[in-house]
């Protein structure tokens, strides 16, 4: 037989590739989407080479060749191959990442898919900045003459930790870029992302979009911005794994580009590139607002039927005599934390996710903030049929009610429903994660009510991600920001109103002595399933193979929070070690075999 050889990928967790012989008529080559037989049915693969021998005598010839130019540059096959070295996940998994999905799923033929360009002409020396500023208004007046001089040389990707981001900064640009503007983002119908991806390969265009847009890059890429750099949103659970960040740094040094890192705060990872002076910090003054700890012993005082503390109403009633606007922060979405029936003792909960329904008066129906699901209570208890329904603990719809019995003469509201007659404004945390509380002006004081819940979290990130937040809150106030607290002698508040550097080395100490990220290499495995019994059999045999590894640290198995959501059963995995390497290749050869089946799995790499 005259023809080619092709070695093949798939969208499969497979980490091989598989060869297919093209016939002398069709005409394919590296990059190229085909349909072939594989595993007794049809799908579509992707041509990674192109060779004219085989060790295998008999072999199956492609059936169609799905494009007339190649869906995918050798480069991105590459890239692929090297996010394949850098995480546990197959190189077909990373291969059809940069495919949108309509190309992944459907025999679809593009007719206009633009042809390959020229690669952008590598830098002599290519750079990392880390641009720190207030908001995400400050900064992107910061790099917008970057972004001018690179898309005179080719494109630049702007990736966003959500959507709210993306509308505000497309809002922002615009006017100056709307020429050159193309967004990617998961909410898009398949056509429309299709259309923009191709526009986007036709290159020197500016290009928004969450994590993923990355794998979508042009071959004309010139600089790569990462906003808000420190959001936790910037992390894949699902396979295939990755971190936005590590895909970043492997593309600058892929293709020799400029990548800028814009934050108000950066993560601890970053810090410690800036300590080893493998970046450039770009620092716009700020003019820091008091941070002021205040010990309370308690925040909800039961004495007066679950209200707050003298204390916190008379530093509030303080500052309405003096006519200052208020905004709360009070972590706890609904009315109550439990709806119980004093007769019987029995608790309202979630048949998905097991967990406390909470009582919210504007949907008058007890919901569950983990899957949103509802139901009325009524007056009387379901099981006992008695009319003693209660329900315990504060919620921030309550605390707005008990805010309006004290302060009747004032308005007050929630943060989304904020007038500009409001006097107090009621949020949780978040809405700091979210640039449109840059919307909301005049903010004179910022109380927190339960900064101990945030600390209590079992999360080694937990301190720095509550600075970076009571700094976020301290850029939107006029004045000062009142932190109540059970624990004073806390690290964190010692260092609160200290030079941003000194909490950072803080954690930095910490997280070395206690072997912790970015001092050593760590990876949470939670597995579900909706049988119990059967999840727990199965965590126990990967914690006693993973065990057997001496150079690994394996913790657990524990319940998570929610142990049940949405119908399933959730335990975890800690597994901690020294080498990067050794914990890839652990995740690769005894973890991924337990995707398998009913048994399904997340993993978080930090």
């Not at 910490?510 to 597995?527: C, F, G, M, V």
């Not at 909706?530 to 126990?540: A, I, M, P, Q």
């Not at 990967?542 to 142990?563: C, Q, T």
């Amino acid at each position: 037989m005259k023809g080619k050889i092709a070695k093949v990928v798939f969208n499969l967790n497979v980490d091989k590739e598989f060869d297919y012989f093209i016939p002398e008529s069709m005409d394919a080559g590296e990059g190229f989407r085909v349909w072939v037989e594989f595993n007794r049915s049809r799908r579509i693969g992707l041509i990674t080479k192109i060779g004219k021998t085989s060790k295998f005598k008999e072999l199956k010839s492609v059936l169609e060749v799905l494009d007339k130019k190649p869906t995918l540059s050798k480069e991105h096959i590459n890239f692929a191959k090297k996010l394949r070295e850098k995480y546990p996940s197959a190189y077909g998994e990373f291969v059809f990442m940069m495919i949108p999905e309509v190309l992944r799923r459907r025999k679809k033929n593009v007719e206009d898919i633009p042809g390959a360009l020229p690669f952008a002409k590598p830098k002599d020396k290519n750079e990392i900045f880390l641009i720190m500023a207030g908001n995400i208004s400050e900064r992107i007046k910061v790099y917008k003459e970057k972004l001018k001089d690179n898309l005179k040389k080719g494109s630049v990707i702007i990736c966003l930790p959500s959507i709210s981001y993306l509308d505000f900064i497309k809002d922002s640009l615009t006017k100056e870029f709307s020429a050159d503007l193309v967004v990617f983002h998961s909410y898009q119908k398949s056509k429309e992302f299709l259309t923009n991806w191709i526009k986007a390969k036709q290159g020197k265009k500016l290009i928004l979009g969450m994590r993923g847009a990355l794998f979508y890059y042009p071959l004309d890429l010139s600089l790569v911005v990462i906003e808000e750099e420190a959001s936790p949103y910037y992390f894949h659970p699902e396979k295939p794994y990755y971190v936005l960040f590590d895909i970043a740094y492997l593309l600058y040094k892929h293709k020799s580009i400029d990548l800028i890192l814009s934050t108000d705060y950066p993560t601890l990872d970053v810090f410690k590139l800036m300590t080893e002076e493998k970046l450039k910090l770009r620092q716009k003054e700020r003019k820091n607002k008091p941070i002021e700890i205040v010990r309370a012993k308690t925040i909800v005082y039961r004495k007066q039927a679950s209200g707050l503390n003298p204390l916190i109403e008379e530093l509030i009633r303080k500052n309405l005599e003096e006519d200052k606007k208020m905004i709360i922060f009070y972590n706890r979405r609904g009315f109550c934390s439990i709806i119980r029936c004093s007769s019987c003792g029995y608790v309202y909960r979630c048949p998905r996710c097991l967990s406390s329904l909470k009582l919210s008066l504007k949907e008058e129906k007890a919901v569950c903030m983990w899957c949103n699901y509802k139901e009325s209570v009524g007056s009387l208890c379901k099981i006992c049929n008695s009319g003693y329904i209660t329900n315990f603990g504060m919620g921030i719809e309550k605390l707005e009610r008990q805010l309006s019995r004290h302060f009747s003469h004032v308005k007050i509201n929630t943060i989304e429903e904020a007038a500009p007659d409001s006097r107090i404004l009621l949020s949780t945390y978040a809405v700091l994660d979210s640039p449109a509380l840059l919307k909301r002006t005049g903010v004179d004081v910022g109380f927190v009510l339960d900064s101990d819940y945030f600390l209590s979290r079992i999360d080694f990130e937990a301190s720095l991600r509550l600075y970076i937040y009571l700094k976020r809150l301290s850029f939107l106030v006029k004045e000062k920001v009142c932190v109540f607290t059970l624990n004073p002698g806390h690290y964190l508040w010692e260092k609160i109103n200290s030079p941003w550097r000194e909490i950072y080395e803080k954690e930095v100490y910490l997280r070395k002595e206690a072997s912790l990220p970015p001092y050593i290499h760590l990876a949470k495995i939670t597995l579900r399933d909706n049988d119990k019994n059967r999840l727990l059999k199965k965590v126990h045999q990967l914690y006693n193979i993973l065990s057997r590894n001496d150079s690994l640290n394996v913790f657990g198995p524990v319940e998570e929070i929610p142990f049940k959501l949405r119908g399933k059963f959730h335990y975890s995995l800690i597994v901690k070690a020294e080498n990067r390497s050794i914990l890839r290749n652990e995740l690769k050869t005894k973890v991924e075999p337990f995707r398998r089946g009913s048994v399904k799995m997340a993993i978080v790499l930090k």
